[in-house]
């Protein structure tokens, strides 16, 4: 268990898991619902981004999220760029010198392949990490019709050694398939053990699922699953490695459902409250119709990966900023079958807290927030509307896969 993972409880259940709730938060660091001894201090401590360790990588800025789309042609980077979009991961066949070209020109950023242009062009700002291939954990038929693992964890990790010995200023990234949180995924191969050993081939790991779109019993519409692999990743890695999220933006092979834009906020932000610190767009459609570049021709993706981008945009500095696991808020969700997930962060003025249920049923969730003044005001960002705190206490309904982000400020 983790420091932004909550104790969720039905109403009922709340008053005998307390005591158990209470002596588990001294042993995992989980926060806890009750009053606060004292008042606990909001500040900014100076906080650069987690990617600040490398010098030619993504920028230190803590104004800057990492907002990316995959193996998109570099020529519609400023169209990227309008609705929020500020990396380019995968540059097919390249990085060439027309796609840099096209790039700088947009003021656009790119993780690509180290290949021999890209060795010659070291001092290029353009270019602020490696990629290392994609999905190693799937099956790859052989030359004899077998299923073998594509790559196993000991050419991974050989392999990011080359490429951080040619240029150690720059971070490396590898992506992983949906086997990290599928347990059923019938190209994968890797368990825990494997997982644990592919993680140390990279600076940067990232992983996809679509389950919007899947028509794969276990996956279909299970959208819980981005945060279950953005959950493992962390563990498996210790915590050592920055995990990015890969989530989809179109109907990709699926003709007859995508997800609905309720749905790609809650994928992005269920991401982010277990820990993200990366969200990456997969654009590419096949079906019902051929679109490469399906969130900037459609208006409705459009609109709603803009909606996202902005608000994530806006929040760079707070999601940048060092996560509140010591006085993280605690929440009690009054469906029991309903997990209500919250990520807590102190920065400027105001204690933020993320929130977002687990499942697709509706809740009712009570926060409980250490160290606020006995009055405060939690605005709900994008909703147009604010909640009472009083004592540190508030609460909100949710829809099935429910998301709000409050920001709370000392009240009258």
């Known amino acids: 268990m983790r420091t932004n993972r909550v104790v969720t409880l039905s109403v009922v259940a709340a008053v005998v898991a307390a005591v158990v709730a209470v002596a588990g938060a001294m042993a995992y660091g989980v926060a806890v619902e009750e009053p606060a001894a004292k008042e606990v201090p909001v500040r900014d401590t100076g906080h650069k981004s987690v990617h600040a360790q490398w010098t030619n990588g993504p920028s230190s800025d803590p104004s800057f999220f990492p907002i990316g789309v995959w193996a998109q042609a570099p020529s519609r980077a400023a169209r990227y760029k309008e609705i929020g979009v500020n990396l380019f991961l995968s540059l097919h066949g390249g990085p060439t010198e027309k796609q840099l070209a096209d790039l700088k020109k947009a003021g656009m950023k790119t993780i690509c392949a180290?290949?021999?242009?890209?060795l010659k062009h070291l001092d290029d700002p353009t270019i602020i990490g490696w990629m290392h291939g994609d999905e190693p954990d799937n099956f790859t038929k052989n030359a004899e019709g077998k299923w073998v693992p594509k790559h196993k964890p000991d050419v991974i990790i050989a392999d990011y050694e080359r490429?951080?010995?040619?240029?150690?200023?720059?971070?490396?990234?590898?992506?992983?398939?949906q086997?990290?949180?599928?347990?059923?995924?019938?190209?994968?191969?890797?368990k825990a053990p494997d997982y644990q050993e592919l993680v140390k081939g990279c600076d940067i790991v990232s992983y996809d699922i679509y389950p919007a779109c899947s028509t794969r019993p276990e996956v279909a519409g299970k959208l819980e699953l981005c945060a279950k692999g953005v959950d493992r990743l962390?563990?498996?890695?210790?915590?050592?490695?920055?995990?990015?999220?890969?989530?989809?933006?179109?109907h990709i092979q699926n003709p007859n459902r995508m997800a609905t834009p309720d749905e790609m906020r809650f994928e992005v932000w269920s991401a982010l409250v277990h820990g993200a610190r990366g969200i990456v767009y997969f654009c590419h459609q096949w079906k019902p119709k051929r679109d490469f570049a399906f969130p900037i021709n459609d208006p409705t993706v459009k609109a709603a990966v803009t909606g996202i981008n902005k608000q994530i945009a806006e929040l760079a500095p707070v999601l940048n900023s060092p996560t509140d696991s010591r006085n993280g808020a605690s929440?009690?969700?009054?469906?029991?079958?309903?997990?209500?997930?919250?990520?807590?962060?102190?920065?400027?003025?105001?204690v933020y807290v993320f929130a977002v249920a687990m499942r697709r049923s509706a809740t009712?969730?009570?926060?409980?927030?250490?160290?606020?003044?006995?009055q405060a005001v939690a605005e709900v960002l994008g909703e147009d509307r604010t909640i009472k705190v009083s004592g540190g206490r508030f609460a909100d309904g949710f829809k099935p896969y429910g998301v709000h982000l409050y920001k709370i400020t000392a009240g009258e």
Do not use: M
């Open 114 to 118: 180290q290949n021999d242009f890209a």
């Open 364 to 374: 009712k969730a009570a926060f409980g927030v250490p160290g606020l003044p006995g």
């Open 179 to 190: 086997g990290v949180a599928n347990d059923g995924w019938k190209g994968g191969w890797a």
């Open 234 to 250: 962390r563990t498996w890695s210790d915590d050592r490695k920055i995990v990015w999220f890969i989530t989809e933006a179109a």
């Open 331 to 350: 929440v009690t969700s009054s469906n029991s079958d309903v997990p209500v997930d919250v990520i807590t962060k102190r920065h400027g003025e105001a």
């Open 163 to 177: 490429i951080r010995k040619n240029d150690p200023t720059r971070p490396v990234l590898l992506n992983l398939g």
